[in-house]
């Protein structure tokens, strides 16, 4: 340490302020904080059937550019349509009335986000106006379901706000997994057992009181999350007046779908007709297929 | 085994020693801090020492750790068809763990080491002695410009290290592999926070080994036998004891903060 005092004075000095660039390069540049736009934003409404795993703060693109992101997510009470609230930057003010909000996933397991594709009208949306046109998140087992003529089976619901229902198959459904209608969380399962006498999976949803206008032929169907995900109920509202209480039971379930007995009729002989067994003697619906 | 069997007992409680003293040896750092303040000068020619000349080898040795894990993500995550997401999983790997860890027992190696030699030959050669003859506190000019220069270069060395293995995975993954440069960042943007990651991550946590390393590596010179071999011993267990006590509180550290 025989240096000169102003040359470890100068060293010092360099070295603090790099560390502080590099501690300021990381906070700004490859943080959340890059992505923060500091410029006021407008609100757009949007309603969607089913926003699959969308979550607020998902990104919001046009032509793949961030422009926004969403505020909040809420159900229309009485209603199997997701609220979405969009928070767009101020600085692209300029986008058409006509215009398809769609909820994409990036890549095969990607997150979730809003697309916003322009429309033709001359008219924009003015700030808090409402995009009308939407198209719902691509649900694998709808698509599945399409493709194999998959129909809703029976289901039961029943409790005080607490519904049963019986499937033939609950796949890995568990204790404690979400019940979603439109794709909002309104529910958990409370409980999955066998029943002695009908040789069905019993299964008990806990639903959120707020939710208390499902129609009683709604139809249940256990899907799964995303390729890889877990389970969930959701719930397909039917046409009926009268509303789900508590203790019903709901007519109309749709089973988990097996990937081995897809794989097995597509070697078999591919016809979707035998999968109406799956109801096991009970009511068997016409096909949900909403979309 | 068998001659140090009956000494068993003794290690265990000699142990308990260490880490009572050098807790007390703390405070005694700490209240001397108002004293050391008129060595500005000594802090700062520490601050060089332990800091500035350490630059060299944790900007290389982040370099090379940014580089490695961007190649074995890109080698696991092609199987998945997920190389886009390495870049951001550098970025977290670096930010919450390898940053501030390996910052830290380079930090161990490179400063704590040389800071307890130091010391325990000041002690051995009666230099210490000397100063409090002349009325010199040595904790307030020996001991504390030290920990404080530990304390203010270890996140700074921490920044400087994540930094560079985030080019050091962007030289790999951009430039070699291939991967597309807006994703790398657009990704690395998308899930990176402020707060989580750098904050808690990178700086809370190399404060805290920073503090450790250089408390363990002050002690451990003070408190060192006067002998050529007590030197040796007292340098070798700074080493050892700031390692284990890096990887102890950092598991501790993550538990807490994330």
Same mark, same amino acid.
């Given at each position: 340490?025989?240096?000169?005092?102003?040359?470890?004075?100068?060293?010092?000095?360099?070295?603090?302020?790099?560390?502080?660039?590099?501690?300021?390069?990381?906070?700004?540049?490859?943080?959340?904080?890059?992505?923060?736009?500091?410029?006021?934003?407008?609100?757009?409404? &949007?309603?969607?059937?089913?926003?699959?795993?969308?979550?607020?703060?998902?990104?919001?693109?046009?032509?793949?550019? #961030?422009?926004?992101?969403? #505020?909040?997510?809420?159900?229309?009470?009485?209603?199997?349509?997701?609220?979405?609230?969009?928070?767009?930057?101020?600085?692209?003010? #300029?986008?058409?009335?006509?215009?398809?909000?769609?909820?994409?996933?990036?890549?095969?397991?990607?997150?979730?986000?809003?697309?916003?594709?322009?429309?033709?009208?001359?008219?924009?949306?003015?700030?808090?106006? &409402?995009?009308?046109?939407?198209?719902?998140?691509?649900?694998?087992?709808?698509?599945?379901?399409?493709?194999?003529?998959?129909?809703?089976?029976?289901?039961?619901?029943?409790?005080?706000?607490?519904?049963?229902?019986?499937?033939?198959?609950?796949?890995?459904?568990?204790?404690?997994?979400?019940?979603?209608?439109?794709?909002?969380?309104?529910?958990?399962?409370?409980?999955?057992?066998?029943?002695?006498?009908?040789?069905?999976?019993?299964?008990?949803?806990?639903?959120?009181? #707020?939710?208390?206008?499902?129609?009683?032929?709604?139809?249940?169907?256990?899907?799964?999350?995303?390729?890889?995900?877990?389970?969930?109920?959701?719930?397909?509202?039917?046409?009926?007046?009268?509303?789900?209480?508590?203790?019903?039971?709901?007519?109309?379930?749709?089973?988990?779908?097996?990937?081995?007995?897809?794989?097995?009729?597509?070697?078999?002989?591919?016809?979707?007709?035998?999968?109406?067994?799956?109801?096991?003697?009970?009511?068997?619906?016409?096909?949900?297929?909403?979309? | 085994?068998?001659?140090?069997?009956?000494?068993?007992?003794?290690?265990?409680?000699?142990?308990?020693?260490?880490?009572?003293?050098?807790?007390?040896?703390?405070?005694?750092?700490?209240?001397?801090?108002?004293? +050391?303040?008129?060595?500005?000068?000594?802090?700062?020619?520490?601050?060089?020492?332990?800091?500035?000349?350490?630059?060299?080898?944790?900007?290389?040795?982040?370099?090379?750790?940014?580089?490695?894990?961007?190649?074995?993500?890109?080698?696991?995550? +092609?199987? !998945?068809?997920?190389? +886009?997401?390495?870049?951001?999983?550098?970025?977290?790997?670096?930010?919450?763990?390898?940053?501030?860890?390996?910052?830290?027992?380079?930090?161990?190696?490179?400063?704590?080491?040389?800071?307890?030699?130091?010391?325990?030959?000041?002690?051995?050669?009666?230099?210490?002695?000397?100063?409090?003859?002349?009325?010199?506190?040595?904790?307030?000019?020996?001991?504390?410009?030290?920990?404080?220069?530990?304390?203010?270069?270890?996140?700074?060395?921490?920044?400087?290290?994540?930094?560079?293995?985030?080019?050091?995975?962007?030289?790999?993954?951009?430039?070699?592999?291939?991967?597309?440069?807006?994703? !790398?960042?657009?990704?690395?943007?998308?899930?990176?926070?402020?707060?989580?990651?750098?904050?808690?991550?990178?700086?809370?946590?190399?404060?805290?080994?920073?503090? =450790?390393?250089?408390?363990?590596? =002050?002690?451990?010179?003070?408190?060192?036998?006067?002998? +050529?071999?007590? =030197?040796?011993?007292?340098?070798?267990?700074?080493?050892?004891?700031?390692?284990?006590?890096?990887?102890?509180?950092?598991?501790?550290?993550?538990?807490?903060?994330?």
């Amino acid at each position: 340490m025989s240096q000169p005092r102003s040359s470890y004075a100068i060293g010092t000095g360099l070295f603090i302020v790099l560390g502080f660039a590099a501690l300021a390069y990381l906070a700004t540049q490859t943080s959340s904080v890059a992505n923060v736009h500091q410029g006021a934003s407008y609100t757009i409404d &949007t309603h969607f059937s089913n926003i699959g795993q969308l979550k607020e703060r998902a990104p919001v693109k046009i032509a793949g550019v #961030r422009v926004g992101q969403v #505020r909040s997510i809420t159900l229309e009470p009485g209603q199997e349509v997701a609220d979405v609230k969009l928070a767009i930057d101020k600085s692209y003010d #300029r986008i058409p009335l006509d215009s398809v909000a769609a909820i994409y996933t990036s890549g095969l397991l990607g997150d979730q986000y809003i697309g916003i594709q322009y429309g033709s009208s001359k008219k924009l949306v003015a700030p808090g106006g &409402t995009l009308t046109l939407t198209k719902p998140a691509q649900q694998l087992e709808e698509m599945l379901g399409k493709f194999f003529g998959a129909g809703g089976v029976a289901d039961n619901l029943g409790g005080t706000y607490v519904v049963t229902a019986d499937f033939t198959n609950v796949g890995a459904l568990t204790v404690g997994a979400p019940v979603k209608m439109a794709g909002v969380p309104i529910g958990t399962v409370q409980s999955v057992v066998a029943d002695p006498v009908k040789l069905d999976a019993k299964v008990t949803m806990a639903i959120d009181k #707020r939710y208390n206008q499902i129609p009683d032929d709604s139809a249940a169907a256990i899907f799964t999350s995303g390729l890889i995900g877990t389970q969930y109920v959701a719930i397909q509202p039917g046409g009926s007046p009268t509303a789900l209480k508590n203790g019903d039971e709901m007519i109309l379930t749709q089973s988990a779908m097996q990937l081995e007995d897809l794989i097995g009729k597509f070697l078999v002989n591919g016809s979707p007709g035998d999968k109406k067994d799956a109801g096991n003697g009970k009511p068997s619906a016409p096909p949900a297929g909403k979309q | 085994m068998n001659q140090r069997a009956p000494q068993g007992h003794n290690v265990v409680t000699q142990s308990l020693a260490q880490i009572g003293g050098c807790g007390l040896f703390l405070l005694t750092l700490l209240a001397a801090i108002p004293r +050391s303040l008129r060595y500005f000068r000594e802090t700062l020619r520490q601050l060089w020492f332990v800091g500035a000349m350490s630059l060299t080898i944790i900007m290389v040795c982040g370099l090379f750790i940014g580089m490695v894990l961007m190649l074995q993500l890109y080698h696991v995550l +092609s199987i !998945f068809g997920g190389t +886009s997401a390495s870049g951001l999983v550098v970025a977290l790997a670096v930010y919450r763990e390898l940053g501030p860890v390996v910052t830290a027992l380079l930090f161990a190696g490179r400063a704590g080491t040389s800071i307890t030699a130091e010391i325990g030959l000041m002690r051995a050669t009666d230099q210490i002695d000397a100063m409090e003859m002349m009325a010199v506190d040595p904790i307030a000019y020996v001991a504390t410009p030290r920990f404080l220069a530990g304390l203010i270069a270890m996140p700074l060395l921490a920044c400087v290290f994540c930094a560079m293995a985030i080019f050091g995975g962007h030289l790999v993954g951009v430039t070699w592999l291939g991967i597309d440069n807006g994703t !790398f960042w657009s990704n690395m943007t998308a899930v990176v926070d402020v707060h989580t990651d750098i904050v808690n991550g990178v700086l809370l946590k190399s404060l805290a080994f920073g503090a =450790v390393v250089t408390l363990i590596a =002050v002690y451990q010179g003070f408190t060192t036998p006067p002998t +050529s071999e007590g =030197v040796a011993y007292a340098t070798t267990r700074t080493v050892v004891a700031s390692s284990i006590a890096i990887l102890a509180l950092d598991f501790v550290l993550t538990a807490f903060l994330m």
